[in-house]
């Protein structure tokens, strides 16, 4: 046969041979593989392990993982939850088990069972008196007080450039590990950062991000970005990726910073300046940070939500308003 081979899935996720099957109803193996890297790498690995230690209790259970029905799917959910689970892996589990069915082209099962039992257990951990652990935002005061404790050495020239660009940007850790210098462009305005791949642009249509001067020298993203260029560019450095590992002695590495790179990095900055709760800080306390700094100076909701690149209808963005608000429109300011 010339050309692409031409396979067909069957319900039990066996390819079937070309001659039992409707071409109408096949795809080629390079079809299939495209369709099966669509979801972001990140997103397929999580499934992929979710899906696994699915599979396993399901051996452990006697129960048939493939196709799940609605009973063992509801089943899984409160094991996760006696095990100790927290919410977000749960959903995630539901999530990737109903994805992997869609993908084999089996009838994924109901969810409503298992989502009545993560209800029962998210309401059993609010009256336990359990809350949402969420990583401090660095704004303003956090920001200034993390880049005056940053080293006079490369490793700090860098934690300053990832801490203050981080936060203007409202960067996601996956879309700052994923830059290469050629994609941070500095204009008369301040840098335009060409965003080729976010979260809520899973096709890469991309996007450019402006973000201008800032209005206290130390925590101006473009003299941050524009120090650490120049430091690569005396290591010969002037391609490839915008934020590297370096080490303690100040060596700069090939290497580009991973998302775990840039947590640890922004925690160790948090511990430095001895801020309260420094050990909760997070990556994603950059992108909260820029959110909650950028509505305390009175950006519009919509301003902040197209700046960094969340959906227009994303309840995120509005804790981090309401956060704000709360203190800004407090009716009891002056009332006693």
Same mark, same amino acid.
């Given at each position: 046969?010339?050309?692409?081979?031409?396979?067909?899935?069957?319900?039990?996720?066996?390819?079937? &041979?070309?001659?039992?099957?409707?071409?109408? %109803?096949?795809?080629?193996?390079?079809?299939?593989?495209?369709? %099966?890297?669509?979801?972001?790498?990140?997103?397929?690995?999580?499934?992929?392990?979710? +899906?696994?230690?699915?599979? @396993? +209790? #399901?051996?452990?259970?006697? /129960?048939?993982?493939?196709?799940?029905?609605?009973?063992?799917?509801?089943?899984? @959910?409160?094991?996760?939850?006696?095990?100790?689970?927290?919410?977000?892996?749960?959903?995630? @589990?539901?999530?990737?088990?109903?994805?992997?069915?869609?993908?084999?082209?089996?009838?994924?099962?109901?969810?409503?069972?298992?989502?009545?039992?993560?209800?029962?257990?998210?309401?059993?951990?609010?009256?336990?008196?359990?809350?949402?652990?969420?990583?401090?935002?660095?704004?303003?005061?956090?920001?200034?007080?993390?880049?005056?404790? #940053?080293?006079?050495?490369?490793?700090?020239? /860098?934690?300053?450039?990832?801490?203050?660009?981080?936060?203007?940007? !409202?960067? &996601?850790?996956?879309?700052?590990?994923?830059?290469?210098?050629?994609?941070?462009?500095?204009?008369?305005?301040?840098?335009?950062?060409?965003?080729?791949?976010?979260?809520? %642009?899973?096709?890469?249509?991309?996007?450019?991000?402006?973000?201008?001067?800032?209005?206290?020298?130390?925590? #101006?993203?473009?003299?941050?970005?524009?120090? +650490?260029?120049?430091?690569?560019?005396?290591?010969?450095?002037?391609?490839?990726?915008?934020?590297?590992?370096?080490?303690?002695?100040?060596?700069?590495?090939?290497?580009? !910073?991973?998302?775990?790179?840039?947590?640890?990095?922004? /925690?160790?900055?948090?511990? /430095?300046? %001895?801020?309260?709760?420094?050990?909760?800080?997070?990556?994603?306390?950059?992108?909260?940070?820029?959110?909650?700094?950028?509505?305390?100076?009175?950006?519009?909701?919509? @301003?902040?939500?197209?700046?960094?690149? +969340?959906?227009?209808?994303?309840?995120?963005?509005?804790?981090?308003?309401? !956060?704000?608000?709360?203190?800004?429109?407090?009716? !009891?300011?002056?009332?006693?």
């Amino acid at each position: 046969m010339s050309g692409t081979e031409i396979v067909s899935v069957t319900p039990a996720g066996e390819i079937a &041979r070309p001659i039992d099957v409707d071409i109408n %109803d096949t795809v080629s193996t390079t079809t299939a593989e495209m369709i %099966d890297k669509a979801p972001a790498a990140a997103t397929r690995r999580a499934y992929e392990r979710q +899906w696994k230690v699915f599979v @396993a +209790w #399901c051996a452990q259970q006697g /129960r048939r993982a493939e196709p799940a029905t609605d009973a063992t799917l509801a089943e899984y @959910a409160a094991a996760l939850v006696t095990a100790g689970a927290g919410a977000p892996t749960i959903e995630q @589990a539901i999530a990737a088990i109903r994805t992997i069915h869609r993908r084999r082209n089996i009838t994924p099962p109901d969810t409503r069972g298992a989502r009545d039992v993560l209800r029962s257990h998210r309401r059993a951990q609010a009256d336990a008196g359990h809350r949402t652990r969420k990583a401090p935002p660095v704004a303003r005061d956090q920001l200034r007080a993390m880049v005056a404790a #940053c080293p006079d050495s490369p490793l700090g020239v /860098r934690d300053r450039a990832l801490l203050v660009f981080g936060a203007a940007m !409202m960067g &996601r850790r996956s879309e700052l590990a994923a830059l290469d210098l050629v994609d941070v462009v500095e204009v008369e305005d301040g840098l335009l950062v060409y965003v080729r791949r976010s979260k809520t %642009d899973q096709d890469a249509v991309g996007t450019e991000v402006a973000i201008p001067y800032g209005s206290y020298p130390d925590t #101006c993203p473009v003299r941050a970005v524009r120090a +650490w260029r120049a430091l690569l560019a005396e290591h010969g450095i002037t391609s490839g990726p915008l934020l590297r590992a370096v080490t303690r002695q100040g060596r700069v590495s090939d290497r580009r !910073m991973s998302g775990d790179g840039i947590n640890r990095a922004v /925690r160790a900055a948090a511990v /430095r300046a %001895d801020l309260p709760g420094a050990d909760r800080y997070s990556a994603h306390s950059l992108r909260s940070g820029g959110a909650t700094a950028a509505a305390r100076a009175g950006a519009h909701r919509n @301003a902040i939500v197209g700046h960094g690149r +969340w959906s227009k209808n994303s309840h995120v963005v509005d804790g981090y308003i309401q !956060m704000v608000d709360i203190w800004k429109d407090n009716p !009891m300011v002056n009332a006693l």
